[in-house]
């Protein structure tokens, strides 16, 4: 979800198969550099993948997500990814996710130079609040419902009155919960998932207003429990990397199944795949074939 989302190619490269790592614990030992007020720093993941290509070879990916900017912040991302590379003898592939209000672009390097010394270190941001509502809405990536909970909270932060700020906020947030709802591509499990993120990140204050949005929320009958978002990246994450590996376990017993000449029609009732996905890598699998054949 979160790795797809930020790094649309990643999985080329990555292997599905292998289950990813989470390092924050061996990571954020105490004294860490990269210590900072449960104001500014809402999470901080760090992920190991391995490759597909070279085996036992692996990549390190960092999420941190910032509310606030602080001026020494591309400093210390640099001293997060050295002490990284320290650790684990590798490069730390960090993205920034900024969900602070302002469009102001913020830097995504650290440089530093004197007496013919260079140091200068590049890091991918993601600003939320110059992301387009339309163009999250049509991203089929359920990880842009969580950067959409995150633009609306920003909205309500512009309005200074709290019974106004409150309804826009329930007026969004039922928006959001029936867009869920409503997606035909999300299992039971992730559409759970988004749901106790909307309803916990996007806060509503007024308890009159509270009162009206828990009404509505009844209809929608659906079971609440604390969810915040690093749970969600988390576990985003890990459904993910298992989902690309249960995928390509499928389409491997499809393929010998094709190869020993099984009828489409059987393949596709045994594996409760539409014939047209059956026929297709049946395609695949006779192009393959006729290409390894020798001469």
């Known amino acids: 979800m979160g790795i797809r989302f930020f790094y649309p190619n990643?999985?080329?490269?990555?292997?599905?198969?292998?289950?990813?790592?989470?390092?924050?614990?061996?990571?954020?030992?105490?004294?860490?550099?990269?210590?900072?007020?449960?104001?500014?720093?809402?999470?901080?993941?760090?992920?190991?993948?391995?490759?597909r290509k070279i085996k036992g070879d692996w990549l390190i990916f960092h999420f941190e997500i910032q509310d606030k900017y602080s001026s020494n912040f591309n400093s210390r991302m640099i001293t997060y990814n050295l002490r990284g590379r320290d650790i684990f003898g590798k490069l730390v592939i960090s993205c920034v996710i900024l969900t602070e209000v302002t469009l102001k672009k913020r830097p995504d390097f650290f440089k530093s130079s004197g007496l013919g010394n260079l140091l200068y270190y590049k890091y991918n941001t993601y600003k939320v609040s110059t992301q387009s509502d339309k163009n999250l809405l049509a991203d089929p990536n359920p990880f842009a419902i969580i950067i959409l909970s995150s633009r609306i909270v920003n909205m309500g932060r512009a309005i200074q009155e709290e019974i106004k700020r409150d309804e826009m906020l329930m007026k969004k947030k039922l928006e959001l919960f029936k867009i869920v709802q409503s997606r035909k591509d999300l299992n039971y499990k992730n559409k759970n998932k988004l749901l106790n993120f909307?309803?916990?990140?996007?806060?509503?204050?007024?308890?009159?207003?509270?009162?009206?949005?828990?009404?509505?929320?009844?209809?929608?009958?659906?079971?609440?429990?604390?969810?915040?978002?690093?749970?969600?990246?988390?576990?985003?994450?890990?459904?993910?990397?298992?989902?690309?590996?249960?995928?390509?376990?499928?389409?491997?017993?499809?393929?010998?199944?094709?190869?020993?000449?099984?009828?489409?029609?059987?393949?596709?009732?045994?594996?409760?795949?539409?014939?047209?996905?059956?026929?297709?890598?049946?395609?695949?699998?006779?192009?393959?074939?006729?290409?390894?054949?020798?001469?």
């Open 198 to 295: 909307i309803y916990w990140y996007i806060i509503i204050k007024s308890k009159e207003i509270k009162a009206i949005f828990e009404k509505e929320l009844y209809k929608i009958n659906i079971k609440i429990t604390r969810m915040g978002i690093e749970q969600v990246v988390l576990e985003g994450m890990l459904e993910e990397a298992r989902y690309e590996g249960e995928l390509r376990k499928q389409n491997e017993i499809i393929t010998e199944m094709l190869k020993v000449n099984l009828p489409d029609e059987i393949i596709a009732l045994t594996t409760k795949l539409p014939i047209e996905k059956v026929r297709s890598l049946a395609i695949t699998v006779k192009n393959n074939s006729s290409i390894n054949t020798p001469n």
């Open 10 to 51: 990643a999985y080329k490269i990555l292997d599905p198969e292998r289950q990813p790592e989470f390092l924050n614990t061996e990571f954020n030992q105490p004294g860490a550099a990269m210590e900072t007020d449960v104001t500014t720093k809402i999470a901080d993941v760090l992920i190991k993948f391995y490759t």
